[in-house]
């Protein structure tokens, strides 16, 4: 009985150390599901139009920002304090106008800025984000709201570079076109 306890012993030591030894996975695939707004009286309806995505890896707590419309465009980004530019994203996402979350970025950094461009609905969204340990797959919500000027929610900023543009209505035989503030 004596040797049951020692090996019994033994291999839960042994088990506890490996687990010790767990190996960490920096990174995650951002699933995002991307829903719009092009006039203030429509319904939020899930996107259909195509997504552009990228995402750069960045030193945490730098300042990065999408100047215009046309870096956006153009997979530009700017740092803040220094005026360096870089147009290399490191992520280039995935869209898929049927799957629940329409846009997909694989990320494996510490530190990420994200940029998400609608390009028929003229705005663009941006989002500072710390990848999770060990969690292979996240999900996130983005809201798009063509009509407003610009606004955070969710840890994102939407920007719309063209706040006085008349917008359609991006619901089936609704009349109502009249910009909204």
Same mark, same amino acid.
């Given at each position: 009985?004596?040797?049951?306890?020692?090996i019994?012993?033994?291999?839960?030591?042994?088990?506890?150390?490996?687990?010790?030894?767990?190996?960490?996975?920096?990174?995650?695939?951002?699933?995002?599901?991307?829903?719009?707004?092009?006039?203030?009286?429509?319904?939020?309806?899930?996107?259909?139009?195509?997504?552009?995505?990228?995402?750069?890896?960045?030193?945490?707590?730098?300042?990065?920002?999408?100047?215009?419309?046309?870096?956006?465009?153009?997979?530009?980004?700017?740092?803040?304090?220094?005026?360096?530019?870089?147009?290399?994203?490191?992520?280039?996402?995935?869209? +898929?106008? $049927?799957? !629940?979350?329409? %846009? #997909?970025? *694989?990320?494996?950094?510490e530190?990420?800025?994200?940029?998400?461009?609608?390009?028929?609905?003229?705005?663009?969204?941006?989002?500072?984000?710390?990848?999770?340990?060990?969690?292979?797959?996240?999900?996130?919500?983005?809201?798009?709201?063509?009509?407003?000027?610009?606004?955070?929610?969710?840890?994102?900023?939407?920007?719309?570079?063209?706040? +006085?543009? $008349?917008? !359609?209505?991006? %619901? #089936?035989? *609704?009349?109502?076109?009249e910009?909204?503030?």
């Amino acid at each position: 009985m004596k040797h049951l306890t020692k090996i019994l012993t033994i291999a839960t030591l042994l088990l506890c150390l490996t687990a010790c030894f767990k190996e960490e996975n920096q990174g995650t695939l951002l699933k995002i599901a991307v829903y719009s707004q092009n006039v203030s009286s429509d319904p939020i309806t899930k996107t259909t139009t195509e997504i552009d995505s990228y995402a750069f890896y960045v030193p945490e707590k730098s300042k990065w920002e999408v100047s215009s419309w046309e870096d956006a465009l153009e997979c530009r980004i700017t740092n803040t304090e220094r005026k360096e530019q870089r147009n290399d994203p490191e992520v280039i996402g995935t869209f +898929d106008a $049927e799957a !629940e979350y329409q %846009v #997909e970025l *694989d990320m494996w950094s510490e530190s990420v800025f994200m940029v998400v461009v609608d390009r028929t609905n003229r705005v663009f969204a941006t989002r500072y984000y710390d990848t999770p340990m060990n969690i292979p797959v996240t999900y996130a919500q983005l809201h798009l709201y063509a009509w407003r000027k610009s606004g955070t929610a969710n840890g994102w900023t939407v920007t719309n570079p063209f706040p +006085d543009e $008349e917008r !359609e209505s991006l %619901v #089936e035989g *609704d009349e109502n076109n009249e910009t909204q503030e």
